[in-house]
């Protein structure tokens, strides 16, 4: 069966940051990314321009505080296709990095389970983008309810999956798993069709995350390869979306 839904294979990379030091822990784990590509790097952000110019870049890694020019005013002049991950010694920035459309913020100095889950963000939103979802900025984020007086706040783009048991409903994110009050019924009818879809009355899954279809179950992508049955009432409704 042919998928429409292909990740985009290689990214080309670039890092910015004044400190070769930086530049060297980023570079040996891009080496290590089998899907990343070094394609350029310079401690000078005055270069920009020009190495823009001569390469084809997917994905920039970017120091927020550098000598002559900051990462904000470079994240300004970039193709907006360009997907940034910033890079600083500075944790007080999170919300600031998404407020400029930072696909994630890796505070200095950061493992590379840390930076793994940042390709891991951004391999997501490339798989968005690819599928041509229409979701604007108000749907790219839902709030869920995890406590009496509180409010999760999760991307879309982070889902892996969602799952019941006993009534206790649990949204698998890249980076953690959350128990909410919601019901399973609830986050289907809030979440984006044909973005998410329910598999079985116990999960729903992003259709970006659907590596194999089999006649009874669907193998998720990444290394666990998370495998879920597929309810009888929901069999014809999955296998329609995937019909040539």
Known sequence: MANEYLIKQIFNCMVIDDEWASIQVIAKYINETPNLNLTCIT??????????????????????????KDG????????PAI????????????SEVFDVDGVDYLVKPFTFERFSKAIARVINRSNDHHIGSEVDDLDAVIAVKSGKMQQDIIELADI???TTNLKRVQIHTINEVITVDNTLSE???????????????STIVPRNRIATLQAKCVVLKGRSKMVFAIGAKFKAKVQALYSQ
């Open 187 to 201: 986050l289907m009818q809030r979440l984006p069709s044909p973005r998410f879809i329910q598999i079985s009355k």
């Open 83 to 94: 997907h940034v991950v910033f890079c600083s010694a500075d944790n007080r920035l999170g």
């Open 43 to 68: 401690t000078k952000p005055e270069e920009v321009p020009q190495l823009l110019e001569k390469h084809t870049i997917d994905l920039l890694f970017l120091d927020i505080h550098m000598k002559g």
């Open 160 to 162: 892996d999956y969602i």
């Open 72 to 79: 904000w005013d470079i994240k300004r002049m970039l193709d």
